[in-house]
C-alpha cells in the first residue's frame, strides 16, 4: 500500500509506539537509577519489587511495538531480579551483591540503547507507517488474546479491514501487562476467558469483552456471563458480525459515560456543588441560576437532560416545564425534577405537567451521578432512535441533508472548503437476491462501521437509503477526500464476508463534489450523485470527481 493510501490502522500503529516509548523511556530510567542504588548497597524490598515489575512491564509489551532487542533483554535481566523480588522481607546485601555481579547495572544501562533502534517494521496488511500525531488517531484499539497464532492472526486481519487497530496477544495475563487504558475492546478465546478471566479483576477499568468459541450451550454462555463478558460468538468466526458486535459495545460504552445536563436552581451553593459532582463524574453541565435565562441557554447548550428545582423563588419547576413545552423542539426534552417534595401525590402532579421525572434531596454525590448518567445515556439513545439510522446508527437522510446544509453555510461564511460525497455499494441487488436481505444488512452494518473508523470524528456520515450513503468532510480537499474515500474503497473490497460457508466481497462506487463550489447544499449532494453515477459507468469501485470542481483538482481515481 503507497504512502497517498495509508490507512488509519497503521497511524494507529504508529501512535500506539511512539506513547509505549515515551512509557518505556521512563521506565529505563527508574530502573538506571535503580540499578545505580543497589550498585551502592542503598536499596529496600519495595526497591526490587519496583524495578522488577517494570522489567515485566517491558518484557511483555517491547515486543508488540516491535522493539524486539528491548523485550528480549528486559525478560533476561526480569529472569535475574525474580528470586529477589520472591524474598519476603530484608535483603542481606551479599544477595543483591551477587545480581550486581551479573552485569546487572551496566545491562540496565544499555537498555537505552535498546530502545534508539528502530522497531521492526509490522508486516500486517496497510502496516506502512507515517508521522502522525496523537490527535490524528481514533480509539478503536483491539487485543485479540488467542491460544492459536494462526487464528489469531486472521482475527488480526480481519478486523483490520474493518477499521480496527487489532493486536495480538497470547494470555489475558499478557494483555494487563500491555495495559488496557487505551485498548477499546478485547476478543478472547472463550476457554482462556474461562480459565484466566480473574486477572482481569485487578484492572480498574475494564474495556467490553466478546469471546469466540466453538461451545454454543446454555452452561457454557452462561458460565462467560458470569465472568463479565459482553459478547459471544461462535467459531468459524464471522468478521463482519465481529466487526459489527464490537462497534456496538464501544458506543454503547461511549455513550455511558457522557452526557449534557443543564442544572436550573436559583440556590448558587448547590447550583455549583452538583455541578462540580456531575463534571468529575464526566459530564458537560451548564449552570442556569436564574430561571428567566433557560431558554436562551437551552438553544446554545441542547443539553440531553434538564435538572430542575420544583421551587425557586417566584418560579414554579412544572410552570417553567410547561413553558419549555411550548416548542415542539423541546417536547422531547427529559426535564428531572430535584426536590425535597416527598409527598407522592404532588410528584404526580408535578409530573403530569412536563416533567419526566423525580429525584428527591438530600440526595448523595453518588447515587445523583449514576441517576443522571443514566438518564442521560437514556435520553441519547432514544435520540438516536429520532435521528439516526435503526440499522447502521448513522444519521437518517434528512438529518444528513440538515447537517451537510450547515457545514455549506459555515463554508460560505468563512470561505472554507469542503467536499460532499455520494456514495453506493456495487451489485447490491445481487447480494440481497443470492444471500438473503439478513445477509445484505451485514455488508450494510459493515460499511457504515469503516466509515466510522476511516474518517473523523467531524465528518458527516449518514445512510440516505437502501445501499447509498452521503458523507460531508470538512476543511478538506477535492485530493485529501479522494485519498481518504479511495482507501475506504480498498477496504471494503478486502473484507470478506460469509454466508452459508460462500465468502464474497463487495465493490463501493463514489462520487465526490467540493461542496463551497455550488449554490446550494443540495445542489452539491445532487452534482455529488452524477458524479458516482459517472463512477457506475466507468466500472465501479472507485471514486470520480465532479465535473464541476475546479480544472486544477478534477481528477479520476
Given at each position: 500500500m503507497s504512502e497517498e493510501n495509508v490507512s488509519e490502522i497503521a497511524r494507529k500503529l504508529e501512535v500506539l509506539k511512539l506513547r509505549f516509548k515515551e512509557k518505556a523511556a521512563k521506565d529505563i530510567s527508574r530502573l538506571q537509577q535503580a540499578a545505580e542504588q543497589f550498585r551502592v548497597g542503598r536499596f529496600g524490598p519495595n526497591d526490587v519489587i519496583a524495578a522488577y515489575h517494570s522489567l515485566h512491564r517491558l518484557a511483555g509489551s517491547a515486543g508488540t511495538f516491535g522493539?524486539?532487542?528491548?523485550?528480549?533483554?528486559?525478560?533476561?535481566?526480569?529472569?535475574?531480579?525474580?528470586?529477589?523480588?520472591?524474598?519476603?522481607?530484608?535483603?542481606?546485601?551479599?544477595?543483591?551483591?551477587?545480581?550486581?555481579?551479573?552485569?546487572?547495572?551496566?545491562?540496565?544501562?544499555?537498555?537505552?540503547?535498546?530502545?534508539?533502534?528502530?522497531?521492526?517494521?509490522?508486516?500486517?496488511?496497510?502496516?506502512?507507517?507515517?508521522?502522525?500525531?496523537?490527535?490524528?488517531?481514533?480509539?478503536?484499539?483491539?487485543?485479540?488474546?488467542?491460544?492459536d497464532p494462526e487464528q489469531a492472526q486472521n482475527l488480526v486481519q480481519g478486523l483490520e479491514l474493518h477499521g480496527f487497530f487489532p493486536v495480538a496477544v497470547p494470555s489475558l495475563k499478557r494483555a494487563v501487562e500491555h495495559g488496557l487504558a487505551d485498548v477499546s475492546v478485547l476478543v478472547v478465546k472463550d476457554a482462556k476467558m474461562l480459565s484466566e478471566g480473574s486477572v482481569l479483576e485487578s484492572v480498574a477499568d475494564t474495556p467490553p469483552i466478546v469471546c469466540v468459541g466453538a461451545g454454543d450451550s446454555f452452561d457454557e454462555r452462561?458460565?462467560?456471563?458470569?465472568?463479565?463478558?459482553?459478547?459471544?460468538?461462535?467459531?468459524?468466526?464471522?468478521?463482519?458480525?465481529?466487526?459489527?458486535?464490537?462497534?456496538?459495545?464501544?458506543?454503547?460504552?461511549?455513550?455511558?459515560?457522557?452526557?449534557?445536563?443543564?442544572?436550573?436552581?436559583?440556590?448558587?451553593?448547590?447550583?455549583?456543588?452538583?455541578?462540580?459532582?456531575?463534571?468529575?463524574?464526566?459530564?458537560?453541565?451548564?449552570?442556569?441560576?436564574?430561571?428567566?435565562?433557560?431558554?436562551?441557554?437551552?438553544?446554545?447548550?441542547?443539553?440531553?437532560?434538564?435538572?430542575?428545582?420544583?421551587?425557586?423563588?417566584?418560579?414554579?419547576?412544572?410552570?417553567?416545564?410547561?413553558?419549555?413545552?411550548?416548542?415542539?423542539?423541546?417536547?422531547?426534552?427529559?426535564?428531572?425534577?430535584?426536590?425535597?417534595?416527598?409527598?407522592?401525590?404532588?410528584?404526580?402532579?408535578a409530573l403530569a405537567k412536563g416533567g419526566d421525572d423525580f429525584l428527591v434531596k438530600p440526595v448523595s454525590d453518588a447515587f445523583l451521578l449514576r441517576a443522571v448518567s443514566v438518564r442521560c445515556y437514556r435520553a441519547r439513545q432514544l435520540d438516536k432512535l429520532v435521528s439516526r439510522d435503526s440499522l447502521t446508527g448513522l444519521l437518517k437522510h434528512s438529518v444528513a441533508r440538515s447537517e451537510i446544509n450547515k457545514e455549506y453555510v459555515r463554508c460560505q461564511r468563512r470561505g472554507e472548503q469542503a467536499v460532499v460525497a455520494m456514495l453506493d455499494l456495487d451489485h447490491f441487488k445481487h447480494v440481497n437476491d443470492r444471500y438473503g436481505h439478513r445477509t445484505g444488512d451485514l455488508v450494510i452494518k459493515g460499511l457504515a462501521n469503516l466509515l466510522r473508523h476511516q474518517l473523523r470524528k467531524s465528518d458527516v456520515i449518514g445512510r440516505y437509503g437502501g445501499e447509498e450513503f452521503v458523507v460531508a468532510l470538512p476543511n478538506c480537499s477535492l485530493i485529501d477526500a479522494s485519498r481518504v474515500l479511495q482507501s475506504v474503497c480498498e477496504h471494503m473490497a478486502g473484507i470478506g464476508f460469509q454466508s452459508d460457508g460462500q465468502e464474497f466481497h463487495v465493490t463501493l462506487s463514489v462520487g465526490i463534489v467540493p461542496l463551497q463550489n455550488y449554490l446550494t447544499s443540495d445542489d452539491a449532494i445532487d452534482a455529488a450523485d452524477q458524479a458516482l453515477y459517472r463512477r457506475k459507468q466507468a466500472g465501479r469501485n472507485g471514486v470520480t470527481v465532479g465535473e464541476e470542481a475546479p480544472i486544477t483538482e478534477r481528477t479520476q481515481v
Open positions: 522493539y524486539t532487542v528491548l523485550g528480549e533483554e528486559a525478560r533476561a535481566l526480569e529472569v535475574l531480579l525474580k528470586p529477589l523480588a520472591e524474598i519476603n522481607g530484608e535483603l542481606a546485601p551479599a544477595q543483591v551483591q551477587r545480581v550486581v555481579d551479573l552485569a546487572f547495572v551496566s545491562r540496565v544501562a544499555s537498555l537505552v540503547d535498546s530502545l534508539s533502534l528502530d522497531p521492526v517494521a509490522s508486516q500486517r496488511t496497510g502496516a506502512a507507517l507515517l508521522p502522525v500525531t496523537v490527535e490524528a488517531a481514533t480509539d478503536a484499539v483491539a487485543l485479540v488474546v488467542h491460544s452462561y458460565a462467560l456471563a458470569e465472568c463479565g463478558v459482553d459478547g459471544f460468538l461462535c467459531e468459524p468466526v464471522d468478521v463482519p458480525l465481529l466487526a459489527d458486535t464490537m462497534e456496538r459495545l464501544i458506543t454503547e460504552r461511549e455513550e455511558s459515560g457522557s452526557g449534557r445536563v443543564m442544572i436550573v436552581d436559583d440556590d448558587p451553593e448547590l447550583l455549583e456543588h452538583y455541578g462540580l459532582v456531575l463534571e468529575q463524574g464526566g459530564l458537560k453541565v451548564w449552570r442556569v441560576n436564574n430561571p428567566a435565562d433557560i431558554l436562551g441557554a437551552l438553544s446554545e447548550f441542547r443539553p440531553d437532560i434538564v435538572l430542575m428545582d420544583v421551587q425557586m423563588g417566584t418560579f414554579r419547576g412544572p410552570d417553567l416545564a410547561r413553558l419549555l413545552r411550548f416548542e415542539p423542539e423541546w417536547l422531547g426534552l427529559p426535564i428531572i425534577y430535584l426536590s425535597s417534595e416527598n409527598d407522592r401525590e404532588y410528584q404526580t402532579d
